[in-house]
Antibody, heavy 120, light 108 residues
Framework: QVQLVQSGAEVKKPGASVKISCKAS????????IHWVRQARGQGPEWMGV????????KYAQRFQGRVLMSRDTSTSTVYVDLSSLTSEDTAVYYC?????????????WGQGTLVIVSS | EIVLTQSPGTLSLSAGERATLSCRAS???????LAWYQQTPGQAPRLLIY???RRASGIPDRFSGSGSGTDFNLTINRLEPEDFAVYYC?????????FGQGTKVEIK
């Protein structure tokens, strides 16, 4: 079965960076895009961007351009998101998620979420 | 980007009643690329509906979606205890994909 397992919670100071991992299993890693979505407490989800694991091509939401980097390691079927210049507004749960088919756009499979707290 | 506005913010109902949730888009959603998700505390969103009206795998038939253009609804017939949760709509017809702010269905 498809599984996306994320790394554990992080506490960071303002101005720092955070890198979260998402390990995929149960399917052919290269065949499906992985999205990153974050959700602040009490808010709706917010799409951050997507990576094509087969070639590493990424597309980022404009509001994160210049501050986010998505990457992958095909040898371990793991994708990463790196967010820099953190502020308190980046405090949220971060999810990786997958479409059911290539580029469907809606998200069927989700990781368990990674809480990132930004606090001085 | 397309802004999705969900209403009401909170819906207070009893088990067995029907819930009707609304999602209005700031621009037409192409090809009815509209999805609905359910989220319970501490869990990731769970896909219920895609393509405006297609139930995802394993979703009970008391959940139904309708609408097109800018106005979409999610209906839950005969609310079960496990249906009390927060519901989000998502449009994926235009980039970037966007989500609504949610409707909470709570026990009256």
């Amino acid at each position: 079965q498809v599984q996306l397992v994320q790394s554990g919670a992080e506490v960071k100071k303002p101005g720092a960076s955070v890198k979260i991992s998402c390990k995929a299993s149960g399917y052919t890693f290269n065949n499906y895009y992985i999205h990153w979505v974050r959700q602040a407490r009490g808010q709706g989800p917010e799409w951050m961007g997507v990576i094509n694991p087969s070639n590493g091509v990424t597309k980022y939401a404009q509001r994160f351009q210049g501050r986010v980097l998505m990457s992958r390691d095909t040898s371990t079927s793991t994708v990463y998101v790196d967010l820099s210049s953190l502020t308190s507004e980046d405090t949220a749960v971060y999810y990786c998620a997958r479409d059911p088919d290539v580029s469907s756009g809606y998200l069927v499979y989700w990781g368990q979420g990674t809480l990132v707290i930004v606090s001085s | 980007e397309i802004v999705l506005t969900q209403s009401p913010g909170t819906l207070s109902l009893s088990a067995g009643e029907r819930a009707t949730l609304s999602c209005r888009a700031s621009q037409s959603v192409s090809s009815s690329y509209l999805a609905w998700y359910q989220q319970t505390p501490g869990q990731a969103p769970r896909l219920l509906i895609y393509g405006a009206s297609r139930r995802a795998s394993g979703i009970p038939d008391r959940f139904s979606g309708s609408g097109s253009g800018t106005d979409f609804n999610l209906t839950i017939n005969r609310l079960e205890p496990e249906d009390f949760a927060v519901y989000y709509c998502q449009q994926y017809g235009s980039s970037p994909t966007t989500f609504g702010q949610g409707t909470k269905v709570e026990i009256k």
